[in-house]
């Protein structure tokens, strides 16, 4: 596809739940990167993959979160047992993943999670 | 501290005149910085990114980066009512061998308001 691709675009859940975010990169961008942006918090680093594992997870805020990726492309993020405070924008990036510090990165249109 | 701090705004400019958006960082070892814009509802998109000390020009947009001080900002000439935004400073640091980390880390954005 010509960028990257979020879904679904909206999500809304009741508390408690368990969610499940894909993203699909741009073709040929081995690096993804999962952010969440809500009120007041700005956008915040989740989670990052290089192919098929991930260096970094630093971002995650519990163990509620986990996500994965396989074949080197598309991504999920899973959010267990939902919480009020889990409600946000959820955003997909990716990148080339070349090294250099110029990797640029470009987002997906999000997902909008909403734990009623 | 915060790791990347923004001017907060909210900055308004006429029609025509030219923006001034300020960011600072804490972190040394930062190597790239990027400059997005993100409109109301929708996700950060990529204005230009720098990591040589001096100006980068690209159209209307001019980033300028100082290390020593710790400072990038992006300079908007003309500005147009169409510039009406979010804009989002985001660092990238490299390890030793040049190895990007991966995540980006956002500032909290200025809102840009150009009137008419």
């Known amino acids: 596809g010509a960028g990257v691709s979020q879904s679904p675009s909206n999500k809304v859940t009741e508390k408690g739940k368990d969610v499940e975010l894909r993203c699909d990169p741009i073709?040929?961008?081995?690096?993804l990167y999962w952010y969440r942006q809500s009120l007041g918090q700005g956008l915040e680093f989740l989670i990052y993959?290089?192919?098929?594992?991930?260096?970094?997870k630093s971002g995650l805020p519990s163990d509620r979160f986990s996500a994965e990726r396989t074949g080197g492309s598309v991504s999920t993020l899973t959010i267990q047992r939902t919480q009020q405070e889990d409600s946000a924008v959820y955003l997909c990036?990716?990148?080339?993943?070349?090294?250099?510090?110029?990797?640029?990165?470009?987002f997906g249109p999000g997902t909008r999670l909403t734990v009623l | 501290q915060k790791e990347v701090e923004q001017n907060s705004g909210p900055l308004s400019v006429p029609e025509g005149a030219i923006a001034s958006l300020n960011c600072t960082y804490s972190?040394?070892?930062?190597?790239?910085f990027f400059w997005y814009r993100q409109y109301s509802g929708k996700s950060p998109e990529l204005i230009m990114f720098?990591?040589?000390?001096g100006d980068k020009e690209d159209g209307r947009f001019t980033a300028q980066l100082n290390k020593a001080s710790q400072y990038v900002s992006l300079l908007i000439r003309d500005s147009q009512p169409s510039d009406s935004a979010t804009y989002l400073c985001?660092?990238?640091?490299?390890?030793?061998?040049?190895?990007?980390?991966?995540?980006?880390?956002f500032g909290q954005g200025t809102i840009l308001t150009v009137h008419p």
């Open positions: 990036a990716s990148s080339f993943g070349v090294s250099g510090g110029t990797d640029t990165q470009y």
């Open positions: 073709s040929g961008h081995t690096a």
């Open positions: 993959f290089q192919g098929n594992s991930a260096p970094d």
């Open positions: 972190d040394r070892g930062s190597q790239s």
């Open positions: 720098i990591y040589s000390n």
């Open positions: 985001a660092v990238n640091r490299v390890n030793a061998g040049g190895t990007s980390y991966g995540k980006l880390t």
